[in-house]
């Protein structure tokens, strides 16, 4: 898939956001103007003004440079002043915008790290994505194709029952779900809280009524303004504005000073909640995304080496299973039945996740089989350490299992360890080989000391051996 990004959108509303700033810095310095608007958007955008007095063009020039350094402005001997963004910041910002593009596609995409997608940036403007294993390229484009851009603003009451938005409010649409119920809502312009200060975003349901929800979590910056904004407008209305469109617009009841809050109501289905949750959390576009290019290509290419990889495992598989069977007889079948519950578990919990299982996925449960017999392997070196010190065989098989339990879990913490690093790190293909890891290490784990206890307790009571087959 071929994503272009919208950087003429991003410079059009750049120069939008710069309006409310202009407007502040000429009334403070008492330079009237008309007729202040931003033309040109779908090709080079630019701001236009007219002042009432020529003579104070010059002041008027210094007074916007100095709100930001990479506007150029020019001024007309009848006092039209131009204001547009110097070609070479607006190359700079284009340029960290793709980037974080890239970065937000693969938090959608990929949040869990077991997705291993391919993203490349093309070209000054595009961007290509190959995702492995997906079934359905509308989700994805429909993940990718809204900007999740979250504000929240007070409503505009006046303008509210009059209808007419007045010079610092909007009338936008009030949505509930996807679906449009009709009805305008007029917001003020001015952001009181921007969506940047976000940190978290998960579903929630209400145990009484078993509403579901959206819990938002707010950063030191974002609290603050929410509970200043909370705290002196009880029994106001504001909106929570997300891609241009009223989400909803309840009333603040009372302060809200912990920068905890919640969007309820609208939500049809978890899934639909999930969704919001994950697009807030990933966080907004910083550009809009159009698709160019769509193509979807069989598995033929990488078939050989997933076979490789799938055979590789296999015959590690049972190379393991021969090795423990020989080396510690009985009890090595015991620890393969552990294996094989092993690799259960952890197949199952790579479904859940979702996973797409490709190469470095495989390489993490080849690895993960080869290090799942550790725990049986020190366990049993105990036992056998325990019945040369001629230990009853009963008592040596608890002292095993006791014995051995610090030294497996230490060796295993420092294996999740160093895969908790990789993740935090890691990207794409070594996020995926980290999850694997360390969802087998976990998992071997427990078989070790359970299952393998289990099914050893078991036999040994209805065998009651005095010598072990070890």
Do not use: C
């Not at 959108?9 to 008309?34: C, H, M, Q, T």
């Not at 920068?259 to 978890?270: E, K, L, Q, T, V």
């Not at 907004?284 to 799938?310: C, F, M, N, Q």
């Not at 019945?387 to 006791?402: C, H, K, M, V």
């Amino acid at each position: 898939m071929q994503l272009e990004v919208d950087l003429k959108a991003v410079n059009a509303e750049f120069l939008s956001n710069l309006l409310s700033d202009v407007r502040s810095a000429l009334r403070k310095s008492n330079i009237g103007y008309l007729n202040i608007r931003v033309e040109g958007k779908d090709s080079n955008p630019k701001l236009f003004l007219d002042l009432r007095d020529v003579s104070q063009k010059d002041k008027a020039i210094s007074i916007i440079k100095k709100i930001d350094p990479s506007l150029v402005a020019e001024a007309t001997p009848e006092g039209q002043i131009t204001i547009s963004v110097d070609p070479v910041a607006a190359q700079n910002r284009a340029k960290k915008i793709v980037e974080q593009s890239i970065e937000v596609i693969r938090r959608r995409i990929d949040e869990s790290g077991t997705k291993e997608p391919t993203i490349l940036r093309q070209g000054s403007d595009r961007i290509i994505v190959q995702l492995p294993g997906v079934d359905d390229p509308q989700e994805v484009k429909k993940l990718l194709g809204q900007t999740a851009k979250m504000t929240f603003h007070m409503v505009d009451h006046s303008a509210q029952n009059s209808g007419i938005p007045g010079a610092d409010s909007s009338m936008l649409d009030y949505v509930r779900g996807d679906e449009g119920s009709g009805r305008k809502i007029a917001v003020r312009n001015t952001i009181s809280v921007s969506g940047e200060h976000l940190i978290d975003a998960q579903v929630s349901t209400d145990n009484q009524s078993g509403e579901i929800g959206v819990s938002l979590r707010f950063n030191k910056i974002g609290a603050r303004k929410f509970a200043e904004i909370s705290a002196n407008s009880i029994g106001k209305q504001f909106a929570i504005v997300l891609d241009g469109k009223v989400l909803t617009a309840p009333v603040f009841r009372s302060a809200i000073p912990d920068g905890n809050a919640s969007i309820s109501g609208g939500f049809r289905s978890i899934k639909e909640a999930n969704e919001l949750a994950l697009l807030l959390r990933a966080g907004s576009l910083p550009a809009p995304l159009k698709v160019v290019e769509e193509r979807t290509v069989g598995p033929s290419l990488g078939a050989d080496s997933i076979h490789d990889g799938r055979n590789a495992t296999v015959i590690a598989f049972l190379l393991v299973s021969v090795f423990m069977i020989m080396g510690y007889s009985t009890f090595g079948v015991f620890a393969n039945l552990a294996l094989a519950f092993n690799m259960i578990l952890l197949f199952a919990g790579l479904s859940l996740l979702q996973a797409t299982l490709t190469l470095p996925g495989i390489a993490g449960i080849a690895m993960t089989i080869g290090m799942a017999v550790d725990a049986n392997v020190l366990i049993y070196e105990r036992i056998k350490e325990e019945l040369r010190l001629g230990t009853p065989a009963f008592t040596a098989i608890e002292a095993g299992f006791d014995r051995a339990m610090t030294t497996i879990v230490d060796s295993n913490l420092t294996t999740l360890i160093a895969a908790a690093a990789l993740y935090e790190f890691g990207t794409g293909p070594i996020r995926g080989f980290a999850v694997t890891t360390a969802i087998g290490i976990s998992v071997s784990m427990f078989t070790a000391l359970s299952v393998t206890k289990l099914v050893t307790a078991w036999w040994f009571k209805n065998k009651q051996l005095e010598t072990l087959p070890i």
